[in-house]
């Protein structure tokens, strides 16, 4: 068997065309990934901005402040679209959070506003009876990912999963019908 070493200028262009595809691939792969940060920068800008939404800071006054605003009356009340639609929007940081989706640095953007949400002890009272509610009834637990926070991070006390603990633990009470 017989090798020729010669190398032919087809050759020549050849690897050329290789080297260049490589290049261009390199280049395509570092320009994506140079707009996926961008992306990824207006899209964590977005949700930075939802949080000035009037119905969110309103939200946050009571929770800062420790205002009591879970009662009987709650259920049915403008109070309640709007504090749902504060914990529907921390929920799925939580989800994004809990999917990966933001590192460690990404969600301490958020995470004073969601410890606020599940420090609070009217929202205890009001998961509590959600919880309840959605068990005795076969549905899934509406703010599911934030009550897993708060779980995680021990921010509820033992009595929560304990359906009769609105009996004699004063935190809690019962206003939905389960």
């Not at 070493?5 to 050759?11: A, E, G, H, Q, V």
């Not at 679209?81 to 989800?95: E, M, P, R, S, V």
Request: hydrophobic share 40%; proline share 0%; glycine share 2%.
């Amino acid at each position: 068997m017989i090798f020729d070493y010669t190398i032919k200028f087809s050759d020549l262009v050849h690897l050329l065309t290789l080297i260049t595809a490589v290049f261009g691939a390199l280049f395509a792969l570092y320009k994506w990934n140079k707009n996926m940060h961008i992306k990824r920068a207006d899209y964590i800008k977005g949700l930075i901005e939802i949080k000035n939404n009037e119905w969110i800071l309103e939200t946050f006054t009571l929770f800062d402040y420790d205002t009591e605003w879970y009662n009987s009356q709650f259920h049915g009340s403008d109070l309640e679209n709007k504090i749902d639609y504060t914990l529907t929007y921390f929920d799925f940081i939580c989800y994004l959070n809990d999917r990966g989706v933001f590192d460690e640095e990404t969600f301490m953007l958020f995470k004073y506003q969601i410890d606020s949400i599940v420090k609070n002890k009217q929202i205890h009272n009001y998961f509590y009876n959600l919880y309840h509610y959605s068990q005795n009834n076969g549905l899934a637990i509406s703010y599911y990912y934030l009550l897993k926070y708060a779980l995680k991070n021990n921010c509820i006390d033992d009595s929560f999963m304990d359906k009769a603990s609105y009996m004699a633990n004063k935190l809690y009470n019962r206003y939905l019908n389960w």
